[in-house]
């Protein structure tokens, strides 16, 4: 793990949205793994800015995001297609036909994560993925306990993590019970992976993933096994390490 500690936000933002340019620059066609939640907001409107001014064009990309909420329609205000759409991919004039995300409203869930698999294998798999981590240390929304081979799948949302993005909505109680995600197993294919954390709320996270056994209590400990893996961080993210 190649792990970056910076002092301020902007540094991050800064710092990841670099990386995904170098990536798109040195490989046009990439096919971009993509992240929600607040943690990543920064560096996309850093790659908006690289896109406007030149430096980098996403035309011939291809996109996969980790997770949906299960039960929200892509036009819902919280589905993360509509955070997708509005906080990137308009901005960087993508097609809709370079975006993958999970179907939110699929009837048949477990067909519906298969296609997304099948999708990603015909792109030749995910080049450069972004995470984020939840204080539980989920990545995409690979709960505590989930095998570490998991494909795409329906997963039952902990309390925590339903808690934890409850300030997303106007009640808690409308925050699904389900989504679908790509599983560890499927992350842990990516070629490329940058995660990132910030804030005290991550810091045991953060230390269990980077100090910890490999143990599926916290998801995010499986990339102490992956070959090509930066961490930025900012200190509070960082003091328990
Ligand atoms: C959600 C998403 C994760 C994200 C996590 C952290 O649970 N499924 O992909 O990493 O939240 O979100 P935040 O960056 O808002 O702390």
Not at 145 to 166: I, K, M, P, Q, W
């Amino acid at each position: 793990m190649n792990i970056h500690v910076f002092e301020e936000q902007s540094q991050i933002d800064r710092v990841g949205a670099l990386l995904v340019a170098a990536q798109v620059l040195r490989k046009p066609d990439s096919v971009l793994g993509f992240a929600t939640g607040s943690t990543p907001l920064g560096i996309y409107r850093q790659m908006v800015e690289m896109y406007r001014g030149g430096l980098v064009d996403f035309s011939q990309c291809y996109t996969f995001n980790l997770d949906e909420y299960y039960g929200l329609a892509p036009d819902h205000e919280q589905s993360y297609a509509y955070y997708m759409w509005k906080n990137l991919f308009a901005d960087l004039e993508l097609d809709p036909e370079q975006v993958n995300l999970p179907d939110g409203l699929a009837e048949n869930p477990e067909e519906e994560c298969w296609e997304y698999e099948e999708k990603i294998a015909d792109l030749d798999g995910i080049d450069f993925q972004i995470l984020g981590i939840g204080r539980n240390g989920h990545i995409g929304f690979n709960e505590p306990g989930s095998v570490f081979e998991a494909h795409t799948h329906l997963v039952d949302l902990t309390a925590d993590t339903r808690d934890a993005n409850a300030r997303f909505f106007d009640n808690p109680e409308e925050v699904p019970s389900q989504a679908l995600s790509m599983g560890t197993g499927s992350i842990m294919r990516a070629r490329e992976i940058v995660l990132i954390a910030t804030g005290s709320e991550k810091a045991d996270a953060v230390a269990a993933m980077v100090n910890g056994p490999v143990d599926p209590a916290c998801q995010a400990s499986i990339l102490q096994c992956h070959p090509v893996v930066t961490i930025l961080l900012d200190q509070a993210a960082a003091a328990k390490l």
